[in-house]
């Protein structure tokens, strides 16, 4: 059963700097990890907050990472009610650690699935052409797209001019809004 707090939420799920989107009710909360010391706190803008966690810089093994970030997710999730959790699906273009990036997000999904958290995973260029009108948009666009939104510019927000983790809170946004279209559509035979 969904209650009245409950919330959509999107991720965009990496290795190295995920970033969670839920939409609450009246705001958007953004918590995301980062390896910047600069980043780690919580900043407060006109619709919410952004909250960045510093993901340490040495493991033992992957797996152990992998383990710390699933469990980050779950420990941010809690924090909420979520109805339903909307990830992007993996870039099948990808090059590199694609194998990597299979096994961590294969944890995050196992423990969803053991906390009976619903989700979908959605392509990225479904995620880009629904919310930017554009499949193959790039991080800048994604980033003008956010800034358009919220009346606002992410870089100012976080005191930064880097792409991380400006790009991830965007990316994140974008999912959640795909999710909430998904959502209605789906409840409310749209």
Known sequence: MVSTNSCIVGIDYSTSSPCICISTKNDYDFHYLTKVKKHVGEKEFDCGIMEGTLLPKQFDSKIEQYSFIAKWTIDVLDRY????????????????????????????????????????????TTVKSC??????????????????????????????????P????????????????????DHFNI
């Open 81 to 124: 009610d979520p109805a339903k959790v909307y990830l992007e699906d993996y870039a099948f273009a990808a090059t590199g650690k694609v194998f990597h990036i299979g096994e961590n997000t294969g944890i995050l999904k196992y423990r969803l699935m053991k906390r009976e958290i619903p989700y979908s995973v959605v392509a990225p």
């Open 166 to 185: 400006a790009s991830d809170i965007a990316d994140s946004y974008l999912i959640c809004t795909y999710g909430i279209q998904q959502w209605v559509t």
């Open 131 to 164: 919310t930017i009108g554009k499949g193959n948009a790039s991080k800048d666009e994604a980033i003008e797209k956010f800034n358009s939104c919220f009346q606002t510019n992410i870089y100012d927000i976080l005191d930064t001019g880097t792409i991380n």
